[in-house]
């Protein structure tokens, strides 16, 4: 069996960059590999069904577990499968564990590898995030870039110019999409949410993994509760350590399960400021014209920065950060960044096309 690309996606923001991608490539011979690294219908089935992505042809089903455990079976499993469905070239999304898997397989059966958001960096190393994507552009043949300062990342990392393709950001392609559907009014009445409300996201290791540091974390989210509202879907990551250290303990505190792309949009479109240490959340809100303060030392999106729409804050700085963006005028969604423009997954299919056809 021979099949001409193969995608592999493994988490949330995976399926949201790949829907425009497989939809503009319509016509070839494809197949959706899940890993099933997020594995609760909340984080992953009602994405398939919002997004109008098929059925995953193959599901892993691998689960969690640690970064070896889980980048282990990913790669036995993906190993399997490549070798049955033998793609032509192997379609990666982001920097999670299921797209270091892949690329690292497909490398060692001489497979082509293609990076959807290659070139991001944050220069931490303690990131696990930071580790996979950069691994992951040394093994890609080819590199789709979300923003320009990427290419010289990959350029002063030594991969060849001719790899890298400046082709936008396929998340904002999915986001300007469904715009019409993401009602603020119906997910405040379908979740009780307030009129005026802080939304915040918290998973990334360095702040949720640790007890200490959770409890901390939770502290400064309170005071932002004490300034508004503020509505937080707890992602399963950390969630043990957010509500053991108190989280749901403030009257302000509105918990909510993890939500569906079109909810959760829809949330974060209403919100009056974003806390988050997300990546791609950080786009969306530059897009939808929302301040984000980001809870983290640093950003592998640092064109969201420059933009104005994004902001970096110490668990100390969070507070005031909340308070000055509470305090000032919303302004309507400026210029977006280049290329941002929802057509980024057409051109991914037109790199992907002429590459076959050179070949």
Same mark, same amino acid.
């Given at each position: 069996?021979?099949?001409?690309?193969?995608?592999?996606?493994?988490?949330?923001?995976?399926?949201?960059?790949?829907? $425009?991608?497989?939809?503009?490539?319509?016509?070839?011979?494809?197949?959706?590999?899940?890993?099933?690294?997020?594995?609760?219908?909340?984080?992953?089935?009602?994405?398939?069904?919002?997004?109008? &992505?098929?059925?995953?042809?193959?599901?892993?089903?691998?689960?969690?577990?640690?970064?070896?455990?889980?980048?282990? /079976?990913?790669?036995?499993?993906?190993? @399997? =499968?490549?070798? @049955?469905?033998?793609?032509?070239?192997?379609?990666?999304?982001?920097?999670?564990?299921?797209?270091?898997?892949?690329?690292?397989? +497909?490398?060692?059966?001489?497979?082509?590898? %293609?990076?959807?958001? !290659?070139?991001?960096?944050?220069?931490?190393?303690?990131? $696990? =995030?930071? *580790?996979?994507?950069?691994?992951?552009?040394?093994?890609?043949?080819?590199?789709?870039?979300?923003?320009? =300062?990427?290419?010289?990342?990959? +350029?002063?990392?030594?991969?060849?110019?001719?790899?890298?393709?400046?082709?936008?950001? #396929?998340?904002?392609?999915?986001?300007?999409?469904?715009?019409?559907?993401?009602?603020?009014?119906?997910? @405040?009445?379908?979740? %009780?949410?307030?009129?005026?409300? *802080?939304?915040?996201?918290?998973?990334?290791? +360095?702040?949720?993994?640790?007890?200490?540091?959770? !409890?901390?974390?939770?502290?400064?989210?309170?005071?932002?509760?004490?300034?508004?509202?503020?509505?937080?879907?707890?992602?399963?990551?950390?969630?043990?350590? &957010? &509500?053991?250290?108190?989280?749901?303990?403030? #009257?302000? *505190?509105?918990?909510?399960?993890?939500?569906?792309?079109?909810?959760?949009?829809?949330?974060?479109?209403? %919100?009056?400021?974003?806390?988050?240490?997300?990546?791609?959340?950080?786009? =969306?809100?530059?897009?939808?014209?929302?301040?984000?303060?980001?809870?983290?030392?640093?950003?592998?999106?640092?064109?969201?920065?420059?933009?104005?729409?994004?902001? &970096?804050?110490?668990?100390?700085?969070?507070?005031?950060?909340?308070?000055?963006?509470? +305090? /000032?005028?919303?302004?309507?969604?400026?210029?977006? #960044? $280049?290329?941002?423009?929802?057509?980024?997954?057409?051109?991914?299919?037109?790199?992907? @096309?002429?590459?076959?056809?050179?070949?």
């Amino acid at each position: 069996m021979i099949t001409s690309i193969v995608h592999v996606l493994g988490a949330r923001p995976n399926l949201v960059k790949a829907a $425009p991608v497989i939809a503009a490539l319509r016509g070839l011979d494809q197949v959706v590999l899940h890993t099933g690294q997020h594995y609760d219908a909340r984080m992953s089935q009602i994405f398939f069904d919002e997004l109008g &992505l098929p059925e995953p042809d193959v599901n892993l089903g691998v689960g969690s577990g640690s970064h070896a455990a889980q980048t282990a /079976a990913l790669m036995v499993g993906l190993e @399997r =499968e490549f070798a @049955r469905l033998r793609p032509e070239l192997v379609v990666v999304y982001g920097d999670v564990n299921s797209t270091i898997a892949a690329a690292l397989v +497909a490398a060692k059966l001489h497979i082509p590898v %293609a990076h959807v958001e !290659a070139g991001l960096r944050s220069f931490d190393m303690t990131m $696990p =995030e930071e *580790v996979n994507r950069r691994l992951t552009d040394q093994l890609s043949d080819l590199c789709f870039v979300t923003s320009p =300062e990427a290419i010289g990342h990959l +350029a002063n990392e030594g991969i060849p110019v001719q790899r890298a393709h400046f082709v936008g950001n #396929p998340m904002i392609d999915t986001l300007l999409a469904n715009l019409d559907a993401f009602d603020t009014d119906r997910v @405040r009445a379908t979740h %009780a949410l307030p009129d005026r409300y *802080v939304l915040a996201t918290m998973h990334r290791p +360095a702040n949720v993994d640790d007890p200490n540091t959770a !409890a901390t974390l939770v502290q400064h989210l309170h005071g932002v509760a004490d300034l508004t509202d503020l509505v937080i879907p707890v992602h399963p990551r950390g969630r043990a350590n &957010l &509500l053991a250290a108190g989280l749901d303990q403030h #009257p302000g *505190v509105h918990i909510l399960q993890p939500l569906g792309y079109i909810d959760f949009i829809a949330a974060v479109r209403g %919100a009056a400021t974003v806390v988050t240490d997300s990546g791609g959340l950080q786009e =969306e809100t530059t897009i939808l014209g929302v301040p984000c303060l980001t809870v983290r030392p640093n950003t592998e999106r640092p064109i969201t920065i420059t933009h104005g729409t994004n902001r &970096l804050v110490t668990f100390e700085e969070l507070v005031p950060a909340a308070r000055k963006t509470l +305090a /000032a005028d919303r302004h309507p969604p400026g210029e977006a #960044p $280049p290329l941002w423009d929802g057509k980024a997954g057409p051109r991914i299919a037109d790199v992907i @096309r002429r590459w076959k056809e050179a070949k």
